[in-house]
């Protein structure tokens, strides 16, 4: 039996609507797809006994047609207008919709007259003039198809977090002081500090007779590239980053559910509307609401609500920080406990930056300049770790290189001392991890160094269980004191190693070793998915910038981010101790 659930049906419901449009269906008929999809989809209880009771027109919104349609799924699993719009419409077409200044009934135009069907296709008779001498369309609009495809093509990817965070940031800025923004906050996935992110929402609260100014200022920002649609409540922009930007408008007493609802994530959102129906409320993104006799909203009986905090309340819960809001424990957790219970990090709590290379490697600044820096960033100690031996391609350390680089720190940390500094240069080592899982140097030189981070940078592509030997060897030597980004993976450039990240775990843990936070905005790894085992397992770590310059050492705000998103508590992080914890925790083997 194919799925019934309310998604599914909704989705493709909302396909079938597509194929329509792509087909030159009468627009009528796409739009009464899309209407039962939007409302399948909102519906507080499952559609399937509808649908196996053969009830759905009881539903305001599903005509006899559309219900016929599903019926047959459910039979068949199969939308038969579905299926028969597939035959007519090529699958690659549907990419099309991503291209600025094409919809649908371009796409049919030129697909009906030059009888092409893939992006590559188009590009080629934009080029030649095809496109432009087609009815309706002209030069200028197949330059700009030509041009969207550009962008699609250099920027279909998602973006690291730090790229939305600066692009969020800028646009955040410029708005907060515009006339008539009573609110403003970035949402979405951004604001829940996922690792790569789609598109950048901003809410803010206003009222109607503000929107107007508000989106023109939007709209006119610097970093707008292109103008993709603007509504009443609703404007987007592409960046010159090729980053789409959405900024939605709604009310003050809207704010609250708008910014809950927006901020996400799905699955935390079902949650919530589900808890409301157990105390006979609703939760939408217009806000909270009683029901009536019957189990029906009542709009007109608003739960007052001025925050987000005053909503989980209503629901039974305390505040949930919006990086926990993925449905991995916070409903139990917050049922019970109140977000200090939590003692989740923030970047005040960071103490010290571990991970950090200077000029002896590949890093760009002295030992001096990246100590002085993080003095200046009001840290207390930088643990050093240039690259070993093996990694020749990053100027790693020589054994004699190594001598005379613990000279320099002993001079440093002797200077500082001497000039009332107080300040520590941790003597580390980014050890690579040989093959078989041995580190880079012999013991005697190891025992030199106060600690030692063993990190994969070759060789990624073992069989699973070979490189669980090689992480569990190195987890094994007592000089290993952290294990330095787990995966070796570089969002959206390399997928990591494939190795099982819950054993890596258990025998960390059992070794008293620490699994490294890579703050780095292109590996933040450990993932943050593994957080409920690292904290089932005691698993400590460190939140580490890997900072090859000045500016990396503040990317250890993103490791922050992760490790409250994983569920880190301060207690289990390292650079939250002081110089003298952290150096009898690195002697604890």
Not at 270 to 283: F, G, I, S, Y
Not at 360 to 387: N, P, Q, V
Request: proline fraction near 3%.
């Amino acid at each position: 039996m194919p799925s019934l659930d309310n998604k599914t049906i909704a989705g493709l419901l909302e396909e079938t609507a597509v194929y329509m449009r792509l087909a030159g269906v009468n627009d009528f008929k796409a739009i009464a797809f899309d209407r039962a999809a939007r409302t399948i989809e909102t519906l507080e209880n499952s559609i399937e006994p509808l649908i196996t009771e053969k009830k759905l027109t009881d539903i305001k919104g599903i005509g006899k047609s559309i219900a016929q349609d599903l019926y047959a799924y459910a039979e068949t699993g199969a939308i038969p207008v579905l299926e028969e719009l597939k035959e007519q419409v090529p699958e690659s077409l549907v990419a099309w919709l991503n291209i600025s200044g094409l919809g649908p009934k371009k796409i049919y135009k030129i697909h009906k007259a030059l009888g092409i069907s893939t992006i590559e296709e188009l590009q080629e008779k934009c080029a030649d003039g095809s496109v432009a001498k087609l009815s309706g369309m002209g030069a200028k609009s197949a330059e700009k198809i030509l041009k969207s495809i550009e962008w699609m093509q250099q920027f279909s990817e998602r973006c690291r977090l730090d790229e939305a965070t600066e692009i969020a940031q800028r646009f955040y800025d410029d708005l907060k002081s515009v006339k008539g923004v009573q609110e403003i906050s970035i949402a979405g996935s951004l604001r829940r500090s996922a690792e790569t992110i789609g598109d950048i929402d901003i809410l803010i609260a206003a009222e109607k007779a503000d929107t107007a100014a508000i989106f023109e200022t939007f709209l006119a920002h610097e970093s707008v590239l292109e103008v993709l649609g603007q509504g009443d409540t609703k404007a987007s922009v592409r960046t010159k980053e090729g980053r789409q930007v959405d900024v939605r408008i709604v009310g003050q007493k809207e704010f609250p559910a708008a910014l809950m609802y927006f901020t996400g994530s799905k699955e935390h959102n079902v949650v919530m509307r589900q808890r409301a129906r157990d105390q006979k409320l609703t939760l939408n993104e217009y806000g909270l609401f009683h029901m009536d006799g019957a189990g029906n909203t009542d709009f007109e009986r608003p739960v007052e609500t001025g925050s987000e905090a005053d909503i989980y309340k209503e629901l039974g819960l305390s505040f949930v920080p919006p990086e926990l809001r993925e449905d991995r424990g916070e409903f139990a957790f917050f049922e019970k406990h109140k977000l200090d219970d939590a003692n989740l990090p923030e970047v005040s709590d960071i103490r010290g930056v571990l991970h950090a290379h200077s000029t002896w490697s590949d890093g760009k600044y002295s030992i001096r300049e990246m100590a002085e820096a993080c003095m200046a960033k009001g840290f207390e100690y930088l643990g050093l770790t240039d690259h070993s031996r093996t990694a020749a391609y990053a100027g790693g350390l020589t054994i004699e290189r190594v001598k005379k680089q613990w000279e320099e720190i002993d001079a440093l940390n002797s200077e500082f001392a001497n000039n009332g500094k107080n300040f520590r240069i941790f003597k580390g080592i980014e050890s690579d991890m040989l093959p078989d899982g041995s580190l880079d140097y012999p013991d005697d030189i190891l025992a030199g160094f106060d600690f030692v981070i063993a990190s994969l940078h070759a060789s990624l592509d073992m069989a699973p269980e070979k490189m669980l030997e090689r992480y569990l060897r190195a987890i094994e030597n007592p000089y290993t004191r952290i294990v330095g980004h787990p995966t070796a993976r570089l969002l959206l450039k390399r997928d990591g190693s494939k190795v099982d990240l819950n054993k890596m775990i258990e025998a960390a843990a059992a070794h008293n070793t620490a699994i490294e936070i890579n703050a780095s905005p292109w590996r933040l790894d450990i993932d943050w998915r593994y957080g409920q085992k690292a904290k089932k397992e005691g698993l400590m770590t460190a939140i580490c910038p890997d900072a090859h310059d000045i500016e990396g050492i503040d990317d250890t705000a993103y490791g922050v981010a992760i490790a409250r998103k994983g569920w880190f508590s301060k207690d289990r992080i390292l650079n939250t101790m002081s110089a003298a914890e952290l150096q009898q925790w690195f002697d604890n083997r």
